[in-house]
């Protein structure tokens, strides 16, 4: 870590200044700093930075709280806490609240700056090993169909829902840009976007996790745009920028895809581990999967491509017909269940909440399992 970036938090501006006075080292620069208030957080939780600093000349207690709050939402910052000598009960206080570590603020300029550069650097290494076992062991999953209608944002979000259930970290993007429906699937009414996330400007990690939204489920979600001309201003490198950091903290990026085959879901494509393409027993639906397939191996992605049969036994077109047609057998063949998943889009709960034992959430649920079982 060349240069250690530092948001400062101290309840007033002689504070603030006294601190940034402290810090003499080259090595230490303060990108931002503010109260430990409401407006703070909001300030702390996208700004890009390696260390909480958080500062007081008396015994701490609003920023004991301000600590705790910041713990719970970024877990890619160190929190340091420079105070006067806390008694035990404090200390233990601090601990409990995700402070790394406490420094003395009567201490030479030289020791502050030593032990803030080595709780830095210390955890750093530890979220670098980290991020290297769950690079390892996290799996992008893209649900597509060329045909809407078919059910692969049904898929999406009941396989997110089936994996978090599991004791997953799922993080699920809706890159169905224009039109994407997982905020609904969800009740998720509205929030912040791809597009809004885009608009900053910033692919740290720790900026995009501050656009996902958490869902009751324990699913983190990205919206898709709020409006289709918001839709042009997400670009590949995005796209690539977002998978490959979410990668490293998620053990499954479920992404739910658009009909299209833009240069968006193209980079997708490529960056995922499997492609479940979606497809009823349907001619209209087969013939456009047969030619989807077609593009994905001029891709040469025809090796992560799995088939997964929705709505089975709407037609007299049966799963052996669909595996002869594509020339693969589907991994999942989801039971045409028309009660389970009106009643799960209407009230914005997952199917595999809200009708655990029907054929189709078994199914799904099923297959989650299998998922975890190859990793």
């Not at 601190?19 to 990108?31: H, Y």
């Not at 206080?93 to 650097?121: K, L």
Request: aromatic fraction near 4%.
């Amino acid at each position: 870590m060349n240069s250690i970036r530092i948001m400062l938090a101290a309840n007033s501006a002689d504070d603030r200044k006294l601190i940034s006075g402290l810090l003499t080292d080259e090595a230490l620069r303060v990108v931002s700093s503010f109260r430990p208030d409401a407006d703070g957080l909001k300030k702390a939780s996208s700004q890009p930075a390696d260390v909480l600093l958080i500062g007081t000349r008396a015994m701490p207690s609003q920023e004991l709280d301000f600590a705790e709050r910041m713990f719970t939402t970024r877990s890619d910052i160190t929190i340091l806490l420079l105070a006067p000598t806390l008694d035990s009960r404090t200390l233990t206080r601090a601990m409990e609240c995700g402070i790394a570590r406490v420094i003395d603020i009567d201490s030479s300029e030289h020791d502050i700056c030593t032990h803030i550069m080595t709780a830095a650097n210390r955890d750093q290494n530890r979220r670098n090993s980290t991020q290297k076992i769950a690079s390892y062991d996290s799996k992008i999953v893209a649900c597509y169909s060329p045909k809407g209608g078919v059910g692969k944002t049904t898929l999406a979000v009941n396989l997110a829902y089936a994996l978090a259930t599991m004791n997953k970290k799922i993080a699920l993007i809706d890159l169905s840009l224009q039109f994407g429906e997982v905020g609904v699937f969800l009740d998720i009414a509205k929030g912040d976007t791809i597009a809004d996330m885009v608009e900053e400007h910033s692919f740290e990690l720790s900026t995009i996790k501050s656009y996902l939204i958490r869902h009751q489920s324990g699913i983190q979600v990205m919206l898709s745009s709020s409006s289709p001309e918001y839709a042009e201003l997400i670009q590949p490198v995005h796209v690539n920028a977002i998978l490959s950091s979410l990668r490293t903290e998620f053990d499954y990026v479920i992404i739910d895809m658009g009909v299209a085959f833009g240069d968006c879901a193209i980079a997708a494509m490529e960056t995922a581990d499997t492609i479940l393409l979606v497809v009823n027993e349907d001619i209209a639906s087969l013939h456009d999967a047969k030619r989807s397939i077609k593009v994905l191996e001029a891709l040469n992605q025809q090796d992560k491509l799995k088939i997964v049969v929705n709505k089975e036994g709407i037609s007299t077109i049966t799963v052996k017909n669909v595996a002869n047609l594509l020339e693969a057998t589907p991994v999942l063949v989801i039971p045409y269940d028309l009660k389970a998943a009106m009643l799960a889009v209407n009230r914005g709960i997952p199917m595999l909440s809200c009708a655990p034992n029907s054929k189709a959430s078994k199914e799904i649920r099923n297959y989650a399992h299998a998922l975890i079982r190859r990793v």
